[in-house]
């Protein structure tokens, strides 16, 4: 006799427990800063030995202080990658204020290195420009509003309290004077708009008013004039001595004297009190003359990957604040870096624009890993997929 069994329960199974995926920073970007920190140090060495040298009496002058902010700055890095970007917004009011505060102040207090007063000497601290704290400033503030006032960013009416605030900036960066400061904070501001949503033909009014204001600034001001016009023929007024052609003149010819493959690490003859400040802007002049064309593409190709992996990060930020930060932050890093490259190659005027990570210079350094620590802090907020995928 069959029997019939009764049909078994089905136990309704209780999913695992997944742990949330852990938010690691971007990869690839620390790879890339890293990389560009390491090189930088080397090129800074071997730039600075002669300069130190002559100045100092100690060929590792430069190097010491500038290892010293580089740990800092990496340190900070790492801090800062830890704390959540929108934090930042809470001091975005006293940051900017202080900002400005700060730029007037060094037009009063400051201290002046070759014609031009940027830096403002602190006990402990020593000297630092206020111009690269504005950076950051505007960054953050201009993201903070743009998200705030959405609607009226996409409105001419409505950008105008931003291309004010960026006017008077450059009212206050032209008595130092400090154009290439200028170049990147519009820039910095206007890459953010436009993100926000600001109108593309909007430039041409823009652009019309800004060309008749740098005509205005080119031939109202000698200190102007002077530096286009070495500009245009820098060997014409090379002959004299650390004047007018003399520094793109002898970049000109430090990249020149690099060939393809390089004179060789630390065999530069440009450095040797010819090429001014090789220490400082125009450090890959002497990068070149020693290695060559191989070596400088080398660097911008790390530029360029570490630029792409930030502008990645902005678009892939979890909100729009974090979109807007991230791309203020890779502006600044594309703007600053092409500045210093056209102008060490001829390409652009001589305005005092540092390489990043490269330069010589502690507030800089310390302030463009602070950046980077926000950057790395955005992109532990990226979706997991995205991570993936880049």
Not at 45 to 66: C, E, L, V, W
Request: net charge positive.
């Amino acid at each position: 006799m069959n029997t019939i069994t009764p049909p078994q329960k089905r136990v309704k199974q209780q999913p695992k427990h997944i742990a949330p995926p852990k938010n690691r920073m971007d990869g690839a970007a620390v790879l890339g800063i890293v990389l560009l920190l390491i090189v930088g140090l080397i090129a800074l060495f071997s730039a600075s030995y002669p300069s130190a040298i002559h100045k100092f009496d100690n060929g590792m002058y430069f190097i010491t202080r500038q290892v010293i902010y580089a740990l800092l700055g990496f340190v900070g890095m790492l801090v800062i990658s830890n704390i959540d970007y929108h934090v930042y917004l809470q001091f975005q009011k006293p940051l900017f204020l202080i900002s400005i505060i700060l730029l007037v102040l060094v037009l009063i207090f400051g201290v002046e290195h070759n014609g031009a007063k940027r830096w403002i000497n602190l006990p402990l601290i020593g000297e630092f420009q206020p111009s690269e704290i504005m950076k950051l400033a505007v960054i953050i503030s201009f993201s903070y509003y743009a998200v705030k006032f959405e609607n009226r960013v996409r409105t001419m009416k409505g950008n105008m309290p931003f291309l004010g605030i960026l006017v008077l900036i450059a009212v206050l960066l032209s008595f130092e004077p400090h154009l290439s400061a200028t170049i990147i904070i519009f820039g910095i501001g206007l890459a953010i708009l436009i993100v926000a949503g600001m109108k593309v033909w909007y430039f041409i009014p823009l652009g019309a008013i800004a060309g008749a204001a740098a005509t205005w600034y080119i031939t109202t001001r000698g200190y102007a004039n002077a530096r286009v016009q070495s500009w245009l023929d820098p060997f014409a007024t090379a002959e004299l001595f650390r004047h007018d052609g003399w520094q793109g003149g002898n970049s000109q010819i430090a990249i020149g004297s690099g060939g393809f493959w390089g004179l060789g690490l630390g065999k530069g003859l440009q450095k040797h009190l010819y090429l001014p400040e090789p220490q400082n802007d125009f450090i890959f002049s002497a990068w070149c003359e020693e290695m060559g064309f191989v070596g400088a593409l080398i660097v911008m190709a790390l530029f360029a990957f570490l630029i792409y992996r930030a502008y990645y990060i902005a678009f892939h930020a979890p909100d729009k604040m974090g979109c807007l930060i991230a791309t203020g932050i890779a502006t600044k890093l594309a703007i600053q870096t092409l500045v210093n490259l056209w102008v060490v190659t001829g390409l652009f005027p001589v305005t005092g624009a540092s390489l990043p990570f490269f330069s010589y210079g502690g507030t800089a350094l310390i302030m463009q890993m602070g950046e980077m620590g926000i950057l790395l802090n955005i992109s532990t907020k990226m979706r997991p997929s995205e991570k993936r995928r880049g």
